[in-house]
Nanobody, 119 residues
C-alpha cells in the first residue's frame, strides 16, 4: 500500500507564490518519475511538471514560473510556484511511479490540494 499526501495549497493574490509538497509513504522500494498535474473546474486534468532522476519537464504555461524538485531520501516532491496567475487556479495532484517491495510497479496519485489565485 502506497499513499501520497499533498500539502501547501491555499489562497494567494496574483503575483504571489506558493510551495506545494507531496510525501509518498508505504511499501515503497523505489520511485521513478514524480510529477504534478492540475484540474481546473470544467476542464480536463493537465500535466504541470514532472521530474525523474535526470530531468525535468514543464507545461509551456508554467515554464519560467514553476520549479519542480524532489528529495529522494524523504520520498518527497515539491512544486515552487512563483508569479501566480488567476488561470493557475485548480486542484493540484501529485503522482509517482512506484515500485513496491512486493515487486509491483504502478502510478499512484494524491488526493489533491486546492490552489486559488485571486486577481
Amino acid at each position: 500500500q502506497v499513499q501520497l499526501v499533498e500539502s501547501g495549497g491555499g489562497l494567494v493574490q496574483a503575483g504571489g507564490s506558493l510551495r506545494l509538497s507531496c510525501v509518498a509513504s508505504g511499501t515503497i522500494f523505489s520511485i521513478d518519475a514524480m510529477g504534478w498535474h492540475r484540474q481546473a473546474p470544467g476542464k480536463q486534468r493537465e500535466l504541470v511538471a514532472t521530474i525523474t532522476s535526470g530531468s525535468t519537464n514543464y507545461a509551456d504555461s508554467v515554464k519560467g514560473r514553476f520549479t519542480i524538485s524532489r528529495d529522494n531520501a524523504k520520498n518527497t516532491v515539491y512544486l515552487q510556484m512563483n508569479s501566480l496567475k488567476p488561470e493557475d487556479t485548480a486542484v493540484y495532484y501529485c503522482n509517482a511511479n512506484v515500485a513496491t517491495i512486493l515487486a509491483s510497479v504502478r502510478d499512484y496519485w494524491g488526493q489533491g490540494t486546492q490552489v486559488t489565485v485571486s486577481s
